[in-house]
């Protein structure tokens, strides 16, 4: 059973950072990519940035500069450095991955981590 477990959220002020983590694992599986979406109130769930095991990596324009993600493959874990933290980026993060387990891809989300940001 994969399992991925989040940590790293909580409270910062508006300027501050916070780093978020998720590791994977509970099978023998590869990582084809992972990613952290974000769901704040009221809102739909968006794709905030995403790594691929190759490296390349893609975030959305409003936090291009200020998040960054990289993972440790060995570890299979992906991590969330984000810098700059503005009120809007107060949300419930989820981190997604594609494993594949055999031949067969599938896709797993963790529970969710809360960040706010307070002015």
């Known amino acids: 059973q994969v399992q991925l477990v989040e940590s790293g959220g909580g409270s910062v002020q508006a300027g501050g950072s916070l780093t978020l983590s998720c590791a994977a694992s509970?099978?023998?599986?590869?990582?084809?990519?992972m990613a952290w979406y974000r769901q704040a109130p009221g809102k739909q769930r968006e794709l905030v940035a995403h790594?691929?095991?190759?490296?390349?990596?893609y975030f959305i324009d409003s936090v291009k500069g200020r998040f960054t993600i990289s993972m440790d493959n060995a570890k299979k874990t992906v991590y969330l450095h984000m810098n700059s933290l503005k009120l809007e980026d107060t949300a419930v993060y989820y981190c997604n991955a594609v494993l594949l387990i055999g031949p067969l891809g599938n896709t797993y989300w963790g529970q969710g981590t809360q960040v706010s940001v307070s002015s």
């Open positions: 790594i691929t095991n190759g490296g390349s990596t």
């Open positions: 509970g099978s023998t599986f590869t990582v084809q990519f």
